[in-house]
């Protein structure tokens, strides 16, 4: 029973819950502390599938799934945290970070990836089977032409935010002309505000002072 919720809260619309830990919280803690702690969040979080699961197969509301989010995010910052610890004692004893080599290959399609190296028992002249499911770099000229139609969609989906942000500001420096610029450029970092302010289409329906 302990893979399901607490029976009181069960056809609840709402479970009170708290917020994921953070990576400050978490550095201060033992090894120990945390090793117990990612059995606890592991726990909660198969109890939290197995009502979400529970209650698509009975219909009804989960109570909120955030629970499930908040979870997830403290594991990761949990991980992150040890893996910040074994670094740092590898490169005390060893000079090394401890983790697993890789490199930045490209795949049959040109496009690029991060690749975390592992040992094989068969060296890899000899292993057929990664030789057939490993196939790094790209050659040909259907390749070379994917690649190019391929940048080309990237470069247009950025025009066309770039474009969306502009005329967003735009739109609000007309309805607000007294509004904090300093607010518009950290929510929109690739609009160039201060020309924006030199052009026409920002004036609203009102008449200038010095007119």
């Known amino acids: 029973m302990e893979f399901f919720e607490d029976k009181k809260n069960w056809g609840e619309n709402e479970v009170k819950h708290g917020r ?15 090793h117990k702690l990612w059995f606890i969040l592991l726990k909660e979080r198969n109890m939290l599938l197995t009502m979400e699961h529970e209650c698509e197969d009975k219909m009804e509301l989960f109570p909120n799934p955030e629970r499930l989010d908040k979870v997830n995010e403290s594991m990761q910052n949990l991980e992150s945290i040890v893996r ?4 740092a004692y590898f490169e005390l004893e060893t000079g090394e970070s401890g983790e697993r080599p890789g490199k930045l290959v490209s795949n049959p399609l040109g496009l690029k990836f991060y690749y975390r190296m592992f040992e094989h028992v068969i060296p890899k002249y000899a292993n057929r089977k990664w030789n ?3 196939q790094f770099n790209y050659r040909g000229s259907a390749v070379h032409k994917f690649l190019r139609f391929y940048r080309e969609k990237l470069y247009n989906v950025k025009r066309k935010q770039r474009n969306r942000d502009r005329n967003e500001v735009i739109h609000l420096l007309k309805r607000f002309p007294n509004m904090d610029r300093s607010v518009i450029a950290q929510k929109y970092p690739t609009v160039d505000i201060d020309n924006i302010l030199k052009q026409d289409k920002v004036r609203g329906n009102y008449i200038s002072a010095k007119a």
């Open 20 to 34: 994921a830990w953070n990576k400050d919280e978490l550095r201060i803690k033992s090894n120990s502390d945390l």
């Open 84 to 87: 910040e610890r074994n670094r």
């Open 132 to 134: 057939e499911t490993h």
